[in-house]
Protein backbone atom coordinates (compact mmCIF):
# COMPACT_ATOMS: atom_id res chain seq x y z
CA UNK A 1 0.00 0.00 0.00
CA UNK A 2 2.11 2.69 -1.29
CA UNK A 3 -0.57 5.31 -0.44
CA UNK A 4 -0.46 4.51 2.87
CA UNK A 5 3.05 4.55 3.41
CA UNK A 6 4.34 7.26 1.38
CA UNK A 7 3.46 9.82 3.93
CA UNK A 8 4.96 8.62 7.06
CA UNK A 9 8.43 9.21 5.90
CA UNK A 10 9.41 12.63 5.28
CA UNK A 11 10.60 13.03 1.56
CA UNK A 12 13.11 15.51 0.86
CA UNK A 13 11.63 17.94 -1.15
CA UNK A 14 7.77 18.87 -0.51
CA UNK A 15 4.93 19.57 -3.20
CA UNK A 16 4.63 23.07 -1.49
CA UNK A 17 6.22 24.86 0.60
CA UNK A 18 4.53 26.98 2.58
CA UNK A 19 6.95 29.72 4.36
CA UNK A 20 5.80 32.24 7.03
CA UNK A 21 2.45 33.56 4.76
CA UNK A 22 0.27 35.86 5.96
CA UNK A 23 -3.01 37.87 4.69
CA UNK A 24 -4.74 41.07 5.87
CA UNK A 25 -7.86 42.04 4.02
CA UNK A 26 -8.06 45.67 3.06
CA UNK A 27 -10.70 45.61 5.36
CA UNK A 28 -8.28 44.85 8.02
CA UNK A 29 -9.11 41.50 8.81
CA UNK A 30 -6.16 39.42 9.87
CA UNK A 31 -6.71 36.10 7.88
CA UNK A 32 -3.77 34.31 8.16
CA UNK A 33 -0.38 34.73 10.44
CA UNK A 34 2.59 33.01 10.28
CA UNK A 35 1.56 29.82 8.21
CA UNK A 36 3.96 27.59 7.56
CA UNK A 37 3.43 24.22 6.00
CA UNK A 38 5.13 21.73 4.17
CA UNK A 39 2.21 19.91 1.96
CA UNK A 40 4.04 16.42 0.93
CA UNK A 41 3.81 14.27 -2.12
CA UNK A 42 0.93 12.08 -1.99
CA UNK A 43 -0.44 12.68 0.95
CA UNK A 44 -4.15 13.28 2.07
CA UNK A 45 -3.71 16.65 4.36
CA UNK A 46 -7.18 17.96 5.91
CA UNK A 47 -7.00 22.00 7.23
CA UNK A 48 -9.75 21.82 9.92
CA UNK A 49 -10.58 24.55 11.97
CA UNK A 50 -13.72 26.48 13.19
CA UNK A 51 -15.33 29.06 10.82
CA UNK A 52 -13.70 32.17 10.11
CA UNK A 53 -9.75 30.70 10.58
CA UNK A 54 -8.88 31.45 7.37
CA UNK A 55 -8.91 27.91 5.98
CA UNK A 56 -10.72 29.09 2.84
CA UNK A 57 -8.03 31.91 2.08
CA UNK A 58 -4.83 29.31 2.39
CA UNK A 59 -6.86 27.17 0.05
CA UNK A 60 -7.05 29.97 -2.47
CA UNK A 61 -3.44 31.38 -1.59
CA UNK A 62 -2.13 27.84 -2.50
CA UNK A 63 -4.19 27.99 -5.78
CA UNK A 64 -2.82 30.99 -6.82
CA UNK A 65 -5.73 32.84 -6.29
CA UNK A 66 -5.07 36.22 -4.78
CA UNK A 67 -1.33 37.23 -3.35
CA UNK A 68 -0.11 36.59 -0.05
CA UNK A 69 0.65 39.85 1.87
CA UNK A 70 3.46 38.07 3.55
CA UNK A 71 5.55 34.99 3.47
CA UNK A 72 5.99 32.76 0.28
CA UNK A 73 3.99 29.80 -1.13
CA UNK A 74 6.82 27.59 -3.01
CA UNK A 75 6.21 24.39 -5.56
CA UNK A 76 9.76 23.10 -5.40
CA UNK A 77 9.23 20.60 -7.80
CA UNK A 78 7.28 22.57 -10.40
CA UNK A 79 9.05 23.83 -13.18
CA UNK A 80 7.94 27.54 -13.97
CA UNK A 81 6.38 29.45 -16.82
CA UNK A 82 7.21 32.14 -18.88
CA UNK A 83 6.22 34.78 -16.72
CA UNK A 84 7.42 33.68 -13.34
CA UNK A 85 4.17 31.21 -12.17
CA UNK A 86 4.88 28.00 -11.10
CA UNK A 87 2.81 25.63 -14.00
CA UNK A 88 1.21 23.56 -10.96
CA UNK A 89 -1.41 20.61 -12.41
CA UNK A 90 -4.24 21.54 -9.70
CA UNK A 91 -8.17 21.01 -9.59
CA UNK A 92 -10.06 23.22 -7.17
CA UNK A 93 -13.58 21.65 -5.79
CA UNK A 94 -15.71 25.10 -4.12
CA UNK A 95 -18.19 24.66 -1.35
CA UNK A 96 -20.83 24.78 -3.84
CA UNK A 97 -20.95 22.51 -7.36
CA UNK A 98 -20.11 25.71 -9.16
CA UNK A 99 -21.35 24.76 -12.31
CA UNK A 100 -22.35 26.08 -15.29
CA UNK A 101 -26.20 26.06 -15.41
CA UNK A 102 -26.86 26.57 -18.82
CA UNK A 103 -24.51 23.82 -19.50
CA UNK A 104 -24.74 20.01 -19.54
CA UNK A 105 -22.68 17.65 -17.16
CA UNK A 106 -20.72 16.80 -20.57
CA UNK A 107 -19.49 20.60 -21.22
CA UNK A 108 -19.54 21.66 -17.41
CA UNK A 109 -16.97 18.59 -17.19
CA UNK A 110 -15.16 19.65 -20.37
CA UNK A 111 -14.94 23.14 -19.65
CA UNK A 112 -11.13 22.91 -18.12
CA UNK A 113 -10.04 21.36 -21.58
CA UNK A 114 -11.95 23.79 -23.21
CA UNK A 115 -10.22 26.48 -21.76
CA UNK A 116 -6.74 24.52 -22.67
CA UNK A 117 -7.77 24.60 -25.92
CA UNK A 118 -8.47 21.33 -26.44
CA UNK A 119 -11.51 20.07 -29.24
CA UNK A 120 -14.24 18.74 -28.05
CA UNK A 121 -13.97 14.83 -30.40
CA UNK A 122 -10.40 14.97 -29.32
CA UNK A 123 -11.43 14.27 -25.24
CA UNK A 124 -14.91 13.15 -25.52
CA UNK A 125 -13.75 9.38 -24.09
CA UNK A 126 -11.65 11.18 -21.28
CA UNK A 127 -14.40 13.39 -20.32
CA UNK A 128 -17.16 10.76 -20.06
CA UNK A 129 -14.34 8.24 -18.68
CA UNK A 130 -13.98 11.08 -15.68
CA UNK A 131 -18.24 10.94 -14.98
CA UNK A 132 -17.86 7.38 -15.27
CA UNK A 133 -15.18 8.27 -12.69
CA UNK A 134 -17.91 9.72 -10.28
CA UNK A 135 -20.21 7.63 -10.59
CA UNK A 136 -22.76 9.50 -12.97
CA UNK A 137 -22.22 7.74 -16.39
CA UNK A 138 -25.46 8.20 -18.48
CA UNK A 139 -25.84 11.44 -16.97
CA UNK A 140 -23.84 13.33 -19.46
CA UNK A 141 -26.50 15.04 -21.41
CA UNK A 142 -28.41 16.20 -18.06
CA UNK A 143 -28.61 19.68 -16.45
CA UNK A 144 -27.27 20.33 -13.61
CA UNK A 145 -30.78 21.51 -12.22
CA UNK A 146 -31.67 18.38 -13.07
CA UNK A 147 -29.34 16.61 -10.65
CA UNK A 148 -29.36 16.29 -6.96
CA UNK A 149 -26.88 18.01 -4.77
CA UNK A 150 -24.85 15.29 -4.27
CA UNK A 151 -24.99 14.69 -7.73
CA UNK A 152 -23.66 17.84 -8.55
CA UNK A 153 -20.94 17.71 -6.53
CA UNK A 154 -19.94 14.78 -8.12
CA UNK A 155 -19.84 16.56 -11.38
CA UNK A 156 -17.87 19.59 -9.88
CA UNK A 157 -15.44 16.66 -8.58
CA UNK A 158 -15.45 14.86 -12.21
CA UNK A 159 -14.53 18.56 -13.35
CA UNK A 160 -11.71 19.12 -11.18
CA UNK A 161 -10.23 15.62 -12.04
CA UNK A 162 -10.58 15.55 -15.54
CA UNK A 163 -7.56 17.46 -16.08
CA UNK A 164 -5.12 14.89 -14.39
CA UNK A 165 -4.32 17.16 -11.53
CA UNK A 166 -1.39 16.51 -9.39
CA UNK A 167 -3.06 18.07 -6.24
CA UNK A 168 -6.44 18.33 -5.52
CA UNK A 169 -7.91 21.56 -3.52
CA UNK A 170 -11.52 21.09 -1.88
CA UNK A 171 -12.82 23.75 0.00
CA UNK A 172 -15.67 21.41 2.40
CA UNK A 173 -16.69 20.33 -0.67
CA UNK A 174 -19.76 18.16 0.97
CA UNK A 175 -20.77 20.35 3.99
CA UNK A 176 -24.01 21.24 2.72
CA UNK A 177 -24.93 17.58 1.83
CA UNK A 178 -26.55 14.92 4.16
CA UNK A 179 -24.27 12.09 6.17
CA UNK A 180 -25.53 8.93 4.03
CA UNK A 181 -24.38 11.19 0.96
CA UNK A 182 -21.29 12.70 2.43
CA UNK A 183 -20.42 9.23 4.01
CA UNK A 184 -20.90 7.42 0.48
CA UNK A 185 -19.04 10.43 -1.31
CA UNK A 186 -16.02 10.13 1.52
CA UNK A 187 -15.36 6.63 0.31
CA UNK A 188 -15.35 7.25 -3.43
CA UNK A 189 -13.05 9.80 -2.84
CA UNK A 190 -10.81 7.72 -0.67
CA UNK A 191 -11.03 5.21 -3.69
CA UNK A 192 -10.02 8.02 -6.26
CA UNK A 193 -7.00 9.64 -4.61
CA UNK A 194 -5.56 5.35 -3.85
CA UNK A 195 -6.09 4.89 -7.36
CA UNK A 196 -5.13 8.41 -8.65
CA UNK A 197 -1.88 9.01 -6.81
CA UNK A 198 -2.82 12.68 -6.11
CA UNK A 199 -2.27 14.77 -3.06
CA UNK A 200 -5.41 16.12 -1.58
CA UNK A 201 -5.64 19.57 0.86
CA UNK A 202 -9.13 19.25 2.23
CA UNK A 203 -10.49 21.93 4.06
CA UNK A 204 -13.55 20.50 6.18
CA UNK A 205 -15.14 22.48 10.00
CA UNK A 206 -15.95 17.79 10.63
CA UNK A 207 -13.41 16.66 12.96
CA UNK A 208 -14.93 12.84 12.22
CA UNK A 209 -14.52 13.62 8.61
CA UNK A 210 -10.59 15.09 8.74
CA UNK A 211 -9.83 11.77 10.68
CA UNK A 212 -11.51 9.34 8.53
CA UNK A 213 -10.22 11.01 5.33
CA UNK A 214 -6.67 12.18 5.95
CA UNK A 215 -3.18 10.59 6.54
CA UNK A 216 -2.43 14.18 8.16
CA UNK A 217 -4.54 16.89 9.90
CA UNK A 218 -3.69 20.75 10.32
CA UNK A 219 -5.95 22.08 13.41
CA UNK A 220 -6.38 25.94 12.64
CA UNK A 221 -7.22 28.63 15.30
CA UNK A 222 -8.49 31.75 14.61
CA UNK A 223 -8.23 35.24 15.13
CA UNK A 224 -5.58 35.14 13.80
CA UNK A 225 -5.76 32.68 11.46
CA UNK A 226 -2.93 30.17 12.26
CA UNK A 227 -2.04 26.25 12.47
CA UNK A 228 -2.30 25.23 15.54
CA UNK A 229 -1.28 21.54 15.42
CA UNK A 230 -0.59 18.98 13.29
CA UNK A 231 -1.85 15.42 13.50
CA UNK A 232 -0.78 12.00 11.98
CA UNK A 233 -3.64 10.09 11.26
CA UNK A 234 -1.07 7.03 10.47
CA UNK A 235 -3.83 4.10 10.09
CA UNK A 236 -3.44 1.82 6.42
CA UNK A 237 -5.74 2.51 3.43
CA UNK A 238 -8.23 1.64 2.55
CA UNK A 239 -10.28 2.85 5.38
CA UNK A 240 -14.00 1.45 5.57
CA UNK A 241 -16.58 0.81 7.48
CA UNK A 242 -15.06 -1.33 9.70
CA UNK A 243 -12.12 1.55 10.38
CA UNK A 244 -15.34 4.03 10.87
CA UNK A 245 -16.46 2.25 13.79
CA UNK A 246 -12.48 0.52 15.26
CA UNK A 247 -11.37 2.29 18.49
CA UNK A 248 -8.31 3.66 16.71
CA UNK A 249 -10.72 5.67 14.55
CA UNK A 250 -12.38 7.06 17.73
CA UNK A 251 -8.93 7.93 19.49
CA UNK A 252 -7.96 9.86 16.92
CA UNK A 253 -11.05 11.78 16.50
CA UNK A 254 -10.73 12.25 20.56
CA UNK A 255 -7.33 13.52 19.40
CA UNK A 256 -8.26 15.69 17.06
CA UNK A 257 -11.32 17.03 18.72
CA UNK A 258 -8.82 18.00 21.78
CA UNK A 259 -6.59 19.73 19.60
CA UNK A 260 -9.19 22.02 18.24
CA UNK A 261 -10.95 22.69 21.64
CA UNK A 262 -7.31 23.94 22.28
CA UNK A 263 -7.60 26.45 19.75
CA UNK A 264 -10.56 28.34 21.21
CA UNK A 265 -10.01 31.36 23.59
CA UNK A 266 -12.23 29.87 26.25
CA UNK A 267 -11.03 26.46 26.05
CA UNK A 268 -13.13 25.02 29.46
CA UNK A 269 -16.34 26.82 28.55
CA UNK A 270 -17.03 24.52 26.19
CA UNK A 271 -18.72 20.86 26.11
CA UNK B 1 -50.04 23.66 -17.30
CA UNK B 2 -50.31 25.78 -14.36
CA UNK B 3 -48.17 25.18 -11.32
CA UNK B 4 -50.98 24.29 -8.54
CA UNK B 5 -54.25 24.74 -10.10
CA UNK B 6 -54.75 21.58 -12.74
CA UNK B 7 -56.66 23.65 -15.23
CA UNK B 8 -58.03 22.12 -18.71
CA UNK B 9 -55.06 23.02 -20.97
CA UNK B 10 -57.57 25.22 -23.49
CA UNK B 11 -58.95 27.39 -20.65
CA UNK B 12 -56.02 29.82 -20.98
CA UNK B 13 -57.13 30.92 -24.61
CA UNK B 14 -61.30 30.32 -24.51
CA UNK B 15 -61.40 32.43 -21.02
CA UNK B 16 -60.09 35.49 -22.08
CA UNK B 17 -62.01 35.17 -25.88
CA UNK B 18 -65.10 34.77 -23.79
CA UNK B 19 -64.54 37.37 -21.73
CA UNK B 20 -63.89 39.68 -24.51
CA UNK B 21 -66.82 38.45 -26.70
CA UNK B 22 -68.85 39.32 -23.81
CA UNK B 23 -67.29 43.24 -23.82
CA UNK B 24 -67.59 43.46 -27.83
CA UNK B 25 -71.62 42.44 -27.14
CA UNK B 26 -71.93 44.75 -24.28
CA UNK B 27 -70.40 47.45 -26.63
CA UNK B 28 -72.81 47.04 -29.14
CA UNK B 29 -75.45 46.75 -27.60
CA UNK B 30 -75.15 49.99 -25.59
CA UNK B 31 -73.97 52.17 -28.85
CA UNK B 32 -77.30 50.55 -30.18
CA UNK B 33 -79.36 51.03 -27.60
CA UNK B 34 -78.12 55.09 -26.32
CA UNK B 35 -77.83 55.60 -29.73
CA UNK B 36 -74.37 57.23 -29.43
CA UNK B 37 -72.76 58.62 -32.91
CA UNK B 38 -70.21 56.66 -34.83
CA UNK B 39 -67.22 59.66 -34.21
CA UNK B 40 -67.65 59.53 -30.46
CA UNK B 41 -67.63 55.30 -30.40
CA UNK B 42 -68.15 53.63 -33.44
CA UNK B 43 -69.78 49.98 -32.98
CA UNK B 44 -67.42 47.37 -32.86
CA UNK B 45 -69.50 46.26 -36.59
CA UNK B 46 -68.55 49.43 -37.81
CA UNK B 47 -64.69 49.30 -36.92
CA UNK B 48 -64.78 45.47 -38.32
CA UNK B 49 -65.81 47.13 -41.65
CA UNK B 50 -63.50 50.01 -41.85
CA UNK B 51 -60.76 47.42 -40.81
CA UNK B 52 -61.86 45.78 -43.52
CA UNK B 53 -62.67 48.46 -46.50
CA UNK B 54 -59.44 50.63 -45.88
CA UNK B 55 -56.96 47.22 -45.58
CA UNK B 56 -54.89 48.16 -48.50
CA UNK B 57 -53.88 51.57 -47.16
CA UNK B 58 -53.49 49.94 -43.38
CA UNK B 59 -51.29 47.05 -44.31
CA UNK B 60 -48.92 49.55 -45.61
CA UNK B 61 -48.84 51.90 -42.99
CA UNK B 62 -48.46 48.55 -40.36
CA UNK B 63 -45.51 47.75 -42.85
CA UNK B 64 -44.25 51.19 -42.70
CA UNK B 65 -44.80 50.62 -38.93
CA UNK B 66 -42.82 47.39 -38.28
CA UNK B 67 -40.09 48.16 -40.14
CA UNK B 68 -38.99 51.15 -38.49
CA UNK B 69 -40.28 49.17 -35.35
CA UNK B 70 -37.53 46.05 -36.41
CA UNK B 71 -34.70 48.35 -37.74
CA UNK B 72 -34.83 50.23 -34.39
CA UNK B 73 -34.34 47.18 -32.34
CA UNK B 74 -32.10 45.13 -34.59
CA UNK B 75 -30.01 48.24 -33.77
CA UNK B 76 -30.39 48.60 -30.25
CA UNK B 77 -30.02 45.69 -29.64
CA UNK B 78 -26.18 45.78 -31.43
CA UNK B 79 -25.33 48.89 -30.61
CA UNK B 80 -26.51 47.78 -26.70
CA UNK B 81 -25.03 44.65 -26.46
CA UNK B 82 -21.64 45.88 -28.11
CA UNK B 83 -21.33 48.68 -25.48
CA UNK B 84 -22.52 46.52 -22.80
CA UNK B 85 -19.37 44.28 -23.61
CA UNK B 86 -17.14 46.80 -23.94
CA UNK B 87 -17.92 48.70 -20.68
CA UNK B 88 -17.67 45.13 -19.32
CA UNK B 89 -13.87 44.64 -20.41
CA UNK B 90 -13.08 47.96 -19.05
CA UNK B 91 -14.01 50.06 -16.33
CA UNK B 92 -13.10 53.11 -17.42
CA UNK B 93 -15.29 52.97 -20.82
CA UNK B 94 -18.42 52.03 -18.57
CA UNK B 95 -18.08 55.11 -16.42
CA UNK B 96 -17.23 57.04 -19.47
CA UNK B 97 -20.39 55.66 -21.38
CA UNK B 98 -23.02 55.06 -18.66
CA UNK B 99 -23.83 58.84 -17.83
CA UNK B 100 -24.30 59.82 -21.31
CA UNK B 101 -26.69 56.24 -22.13
CA UNK B 102 -28.60 57.58 -19.18
CA UNK B 103 -29.14 61.18 -20.37
CA UNK B 104 -30.23 59.66 -23.70
CA UNK B 105 -32.82 58.10 -21.30
CA UNK B 106 -33.97 60.40 -19.29
CA UNK B 107 -34.41 62.96 -21.70
CA UNK B 108 -38.21 62.57 -23.75
CA UNK B 109 -38.07 61.66 -27.00
CA UNK B 110 -40.46 63.93 -28.06
CA UNK B 111 -38.07 67.18 -26.37
CA UNK B 112 -35.39 65.71 -28.60
CA UNK B 113 -37.67 64.98 -31.64
CA UNK B 114 -37.03 68.60 -33.48
CA UNK B 115 -33.67 68.49 -33.15
CA UNK B 116 -32.78 65.16 -34.90
CA UNK B 117 -35.29 66.55 -37.72
CA UNK B 118 -33.53 69.50 -38.26
CA UNK B 119 -30.27 67.19 -38.28
CA UNK B 120 -31.06 64.55 -40.87
CA UNK B 121 -33.09 67.19 -42.83
CA UNK B 122 -36.43 67.29 -43.77
CA UNK B 123 -36.67 65.62 -46.90
CA UNK B 124 -35.36 62.14 -44.02
CA UNK B 125 -37.74 62.30 -41.76
CA UNK B 126 -37.53 58.10 -42.03
CA UNK B 127 -34.32 58.39 -40.88
CA UNK B 128 -35.33 60.62 -37.96
CA UNK B 129 -37.88 58.32 -36.96
CA UNK B 130 -35.48 55.38 -36.80
CA UNK B 131 -32.78 57.56 -34.91
CA UNK B 132 -35.67 58.36 -32.32
CA UNK B 133 -36.85 54.92 -32.03
CA UNK B 134 -33.78 53.39 -31.49
CA UNK B 135 -32.98 55.41 -28.79
CA UNK B 136 -36.24 54.81 -26.52
CA UNK B 137 -34.84 50.68 -27.32
CA UNK B 138 -31.74 51.23 -26.40
CA UNK B 139 -31.24 51.54 -23.07
CA UNK B 140 -32.82 48.44 -21.23
CA UNK B 141 -30.57 46.74 -23.70
CA UNK B 142 -27.37 48.44 -22.29
CA UNK B 143 -28.28 48.29 -18.32
CA UNK B 144 -29.71 44.91 -18.88
CA UNK B 145 -26.41 43.62 -20.58
CA UNK B 146 -24.55 45.42 -18.22
CA UNK B 147 -25.83 44.05 -15.24
CA UNK B 148 -25.67 40.16 -17.04
CA UNK B 149 -22.68 40.86 -17.42
CA UNK B 150 -21.68 41.72 -14.49
CA UNK B 151 -23.25 39.24 -12.29
CA UNK B 152 -20.98 36.08 -13.25
CA UNK B 153 -20.81 34.00 -10.37
CA UNK B 154 -17.33 34.55 -8.26
CA UNK B 155 -16.32 31.02 -7.84
CA UNK B 156 -16.64 30.77 -11.64
CA UNK B 157 -15.03 33.18 -12.34
CA UNK B 158 -12.19 32.30 -10.08
CA UNK B 159 -12.31 28.59 -11.68
CA UNK B 160 -11.49 30.74 -15.20
CA UNK B 161 -8.83 32.20 -13.75
CA UNK B 162 -7.38 29.19 -12.46
CA UNK B 163 -7.78 27.02 -15.56
CA UNK B 164 -6.07 30.10 -17.26
CA UNK B 165 -9.15 31.62 -19.41
CA UNK B 166 -8.55 34.40 -21.50
CA UNK B 167 -10.67 37.48 -21.86
CA UNK B 168 -12.16 36.08 -24.88
CA UNK B 169 -12.96 32.75 -23.53
CA UNK B 170 -14.31 34.68 -20.31
CA UNK B 171 -16.66 36.80 -22.26
CA UNK B 172 -17.80 33.64 -24.88
CA UNK B 173 -18.32 30.76 -22.15
CA UNK B 174 -18.87 32.48 -18.61
CA UNK B 175 -20.03 36.00 -19.36
CA UNK B 176 -22.59 36.02 -22.12
CA UNK B 177 -24.13 33.12 -21.31
CA UNK B 178 -24.67 34.25 -17.54
CA UNK B 179 -26.13 37.89 -19.43
CA UNK B 180 -28.43 35.81 -21.52
CA UNK B 181 -31.30 36.02 -19.50
CA UNK B 182 -31.22 39.56 -18.57
CA UNK B 183 -30.51 40.60 -22.15
CA UNK B 184 -33.36 38.52 -23.14
CA UNK B 185 -35.70 40.38 -20.14
CA UNK B 186 -34.13 44.08 -22.08
CA UNK B 187 -35.25 42.88 -25.18
CA UNK B 188 -38.26 42.18 -24.08
CA UNK B 189 -38.95 45.45 -22.89
CA UNK B 190 -37.26 46.83 -25.68
CA UNK B 191 -39.23 45.32 -28.56
CA UNK B 192 -41.82 47.04 -27.32
CA UNK B 193 -40.75 50.51 -26.98
CA UNK B 194 -39.06 50.39 -30.24
CA UNK B 195 -42.71 50.09 -31.51
CA UNK B 196 -43.81 53.12 -28.97
CA UNK B 197 -40.54 54.79 -30.37
CA UNK B 198 -41.34 54.56 -33.90
CA UNK B 199 -45.01 55.63 -33.04
CA UNK B 200 -44.63 58.61 -31.14
CA UNK B 201 -41.67 59.51 -33.39
CA UNK B 202 -44.19 59.78 -36.18
CA UNK B 203 -46.70 61.79 -33.84
CA UNK B 204 -44.27 64.33 -33.22
CA UNK B 205 -41.94 64.42 -36.14
CA UNK B 206 -44.22 63.33 -39.00
CA UNK B 207 -44.15 60.61 -41.53
CA UNK B 208 -41.96 59.90 -43.83
CA UNK B 209 -42.06 58.38 -47.64
CA UNK B 210 -45.06 56.45 -46.80
CA UNK B 211 -47.33 57.21 -43.68
CA UNK B 212 -47.00 54.83 -40.91
CA UNK B 213 -50.15 53.78 -38.47
CA UNK B 214 -49.62 56.66 -35.79
CA UNK B 215 -50.09 59.08 -39.10
CA UNK B 216 -53.16 56.85 -39.95
CA UNK B 217 -54.44 57.66 -36.79
CA UNK B 218 -53.53 61.48 -36.80
CA UNK B 219 -55.06 61.45 -40.47
CA UNK B 220 -58.41 59.49 -39.32
CA UNK B 221 -58.93 62.18 -36.53
CA UNK B 222 -58.70 64.96 -38.26
CA UNK B 223 -61.14 63.83 -40.65
CA UNK B 224 -63.31 62.53 -37.85
CA UNK B 225 -63.37 58.97 -39.02
CA UNK B 226 -63.41 57.48 -35.99
CA UNK B 227 -64.23 53.70 -36.87
CA UNK B 228 -60.43 53.82 -39.22
CA UNK B 229 -59.02 55.42 -35.83
CA UNK B 230 -60.07 52.14 -34.22
CA UNK B 231 -59.12 50.40 -37.13
CA UNK B 232 -55.38 51.67 -36.87
CA UNK B 233 -55.32 51.39 -32.67
CA UNK B 234 -56.07 47.83 -33.13
CA UNK B 235 -53.82 46.69 -35.76
CA UNK B 236 -50.97 48.77 -33.27
CA UNK B 237 -52.21 46.73 -30.26
CA UNK B 238 -52.02 43.39 -32.52
CA UNK B 239 -48.24 44.45 -33.42
CA UNK B 240 -47.64 44.94 -30.28
CA UNK B 241 -48.93 41.98 -29.20
CA UNK B 242 -47.13 39.79 -31.76
CA UNK B 243 -43.75 41.87 -30.61
CA UNK B 244 -44.39 40.74 -27.07
CA UNK B 245 -45.02 37.43 -27.79
CA UNK B 246 -42.30 36.79 -29.92
CA UNK B 247 -40.15 37.87 -26.97
CA UNK B 248 -41.74 36.07 -25.02
CA UNK B 249 -41.19 32.38 -26.73
CA UNK B 250 -37.37 33.28 -27.89
CA UNK B 251 -36.90 33.77 -23.84
CA UNK B 252 -38.84 30.22 -23.28
CA UNK B 253 -36.88 28.52 -25.92
CA UNK B 254 -33.35 29.74 -25.16
CA UNK B 255 -33.71 29.60 -21.60
CA UNK B 256 -35.62 26.26 -21.13
CA UNK B 257 -33.29 23.88 -20.01
CA UNK B 258 -31.39 25.84 -17.30
CA UNK B 259 -32.78 29.53 -16.00
CA UNK B 260 -35.22 29.59 -13.20
CA UNK B 261 -37.96 31.51 -15.19
CA UNK B 262 -38.31 29.57 -18.06
CA UNK B 263 -37.80 25.47 -16.96
CA UNK B 264 -41.50 23.82 -16.07
CA UNK B 265 -40.86 22.22 -12.88
CA UNK B 266 -42.23 18.83 -12.19
CA UNK B 267 -43.68 17.83 -8.55
N1 LIG C 1 -12.63 38.77 0.32
C1 LIG C 1 -12.54 39.08 1.62
N2 LIG C 1 -12.46 40.36 2.02
C2 LIG C 1 -12.35 40.68 3.31
N3 LIG C 1 -12.29 39.79 4.31
C3 LIG C 1 -12.36 38.49 3.99
C4 LIG C 1 -12.50 38.06 2.63
N4 LIG C 1 -12.55 36.71 2.61
C5 LIG C 1 -12.46 36.32 3.89
N5 LIG C 1 -12.34 37.37 4.73
C6 LIG C 1 -12.19 37.32 6.19
O1 LIG C 1 -11.11 36.49 6.48
C7 LIG C 1 -11.39 35.63 7.58
C8 LIG C 1 -11.18 34.20 7.15
O2 LIG C 1 -12.12 33.86 6.14
P1 LIG C 1 -12.17 32.45 5.45
O3 LIG C 1 -13.24 32.49 4.44
O4 LIG C 1 -10.82 32.08 4.98
O5 LIG C 1 -12.61 31.52 6.67
P2 LIG C 1 -12.94 29.97 6.68
O6 LIG C 1 -12.03 29.33 7.66
O7 LIG C 1 -12.94 29.42 5.32
O8 LIG C 1 -14.41 29.98 7.29
P3 LIG C 1 -15.65 29.01 6.93
O9 LIG C 1 -15.41 27.71 7.64
O10 LIG C 1 -16.81 29.72 7.51
O11 LIG C 1 -15.71 28.88 5.45
C9 LIG C 1 -12.81 35.93 8.00
O12 LIG C 1 -12.76 36.73 9.15
C10 LIG C 1 -13.40 36.71 6.87
O13 LIG C 1 -14.25 37.71 7.35
MG1 LIG D 1 -14.51 28.73 3.94
Redesign the interface.
Known amino acids: MDAAEAPTQMPTRPLIDICGVAKTYSGGTHALQGIDLAVRQGEFLSLLGPSGCGKSTLLRLIAGLGEPSAGRIEWPSATYDAAGRPERSLGFVFQEPTLMPWATVFDNVFLPLRLAGQRRRAVALRVEEAIAQVGLGGFARAYPRQLSGGMRMRVSIARALVMHPKVLLMDEPFAALDEITRMRLNDDLLRLWQAGHWTVIFVTHSVYESAFLSSRIAVMGARPGRIAELIEVPAPYPRDEAFRTSAEYNEYCRRTSAALRATLPDAGALP | MDDNAPLPPGLRIIVPLLLGGVMLALWQGLVWWLEVPKFVLPAPTLIAQSLYNDWGTLIVSLWITLRITLMAFVIALVCGVALAVLSAQSRLVEISIFPYAVMLQVTPVVAIAPLILIWVGLEHIDRALLILATIVAFFPILSNTTLGLKSV ?1 H ?2 R ?8 GAG ?1 RLR ?2 QL ?1 TA ?1 PYLLAGMKISGGLALIGAVVAEFVAGSGTGAGLAWRIIESANRLNIPRMFAALILLSALGIVIFLLMAGLQTMLLR ?3 ESA ?1 RRER
Open positions: DNLDLFVLYGAQLLPLHWHV
